[in-house]
């Protein structure tokens, strides 16, 4: 009777230079184990119970802590089977071409709806749109620009607006909620950063366009989610199949970075993938990325730095 100590698929293992994880991702919790902990938890994969732990018969008592440790943690169970549990891939599979895009707009220098009908032939998922510039012409644009959403394939819509004031805001927000898309209105530049309403899609930042624009994420920012996880054992989860356009309309991995691939107004986005380099960061996953490939937090990071390539064809990130 149980035969084997079988460790639960969404249960990772991962091993950094001087620590090792294991990060449930069923139960969103990461517990640091010893290195010397590793090489046990992959005898117990592969091999009966009563083969390993006899393997482990002079270090019985450190042996009997690990599989404690595993036990508490509920990170496996004894069974008499194995070949019926069928691991979980993690192979990560996507079919948008881009599923993402966050978008500049001042109501100039480019049409948005064409360029939203090209993002939605492309399959994207979620907008984020950062208006630039507010008066009172624009909430009819605007309108407009959501009327034209709700009949396509995306999820999701997320507005950013510059503050005016709490009243007009509540205005605002009360104007647009018909539009069953839209997932949030952010307002920035604000005089307070939480409004005295119930509602959660309505919020408020002081923080001024150009700080979010140039914001990166912090060390203490964890993701704990296997689809994550899977994404970036071979992409790179920030940039993957996401687009940014600037409000000149240049085509950009994401808004920060310094390299244009094309413009709205000359290419189309099909061309740009075709012909440029854009997809390149779109493949650094968090293996190649010095800094951060000898961290056992890697897969739980998230990174949104402009990236360099080094000589070497590994990729240093630039503040």
């Known amino acids: 009777m149980n035969k084997y100590l079988n460790i639960f698929s969404f249960c990772k293992v991962i091993e950094g230079k001087e620590n090792a994880i294991i990060c449930d991702f069923q139960k969103k919790n990461i517990k640091y184990i010893p290195s010397s902990m590793v090489e046990v938890i992959r005898m117990l994969s592969k091999l009966p119970y009563t083969e390993v732990e006899n393997t482990f018969s002079d270090q019985k008592n450190i042996f009997k802590s690990y599989v404690s440790l595993l036990l508490t943690e509920k990170f496996a169970f004894f069974s008499d089977l194995r070949d019926e549990f069928i691991p979980i891939s993690d192979t990560w599979e996507s079919p948008q071409v881009i599923n993402n895009a966050i978008i500049e707009y ?69 104007r647009f909620k018909k539009f069953k898309k839209l997932e ?58 996401k687009i940014g356009v600037d409000y000149l309309g240049n085509i950009k991995n994401c808004l920060k970075n310094e390299s244009i691939f094309g413009n709205v107004n000359k290419n189309n986005i099909v061309q740009i993938l075709k012909e440029t380099d854009i997809k390149e960061l779109w493949h650094v996953s968090h293996d190649m990325i010095l800094g951060l490939k000898d961290d056992e937090l890697r897969y739980n990071r998230l990174i949104s730095n402009d990236l360099k390539k080094t000589a070497e064809g590994l990729y240093e990130m630039i503040n």
Do not use: W
């Open 106 to 174: 001042g109501f100039e220098n480019y049409n948005m709806i064409h360029l939203i009908e090209q993002l939605d032939d492309l399959n994207c998922q979620f907008l984020e749109i950062r208006f630039l510039a507010f008066e009172k012409k624009s909430i009819e644009q605007i309108e407009e620009i959501l009327q034209y959403c709700n009949d396509l394939v995306l999820r999701s819509i997320k507005i950013y607006l510059p503050y005016i004031n709490h009243r007009v805001s509540l205005q605002i927000y009360h």
């Open 184 to 241: 949030a209105i952010i307002f920035y530049g604000s005089d307070k950063t939480k409004a005295n309403y119930a509602l959660q899609n309505i919020l408020f930042t002081k923080k001024n366009m150009e700080y979010i624009r140039k914001k990166n994420f912090d060390d203490t920012d964890l993701v704990i989610d296997f689809e994550y996880y899977r994404e970036s054992l071979k992409y790179n989860p920030y940039y993957n199949k």
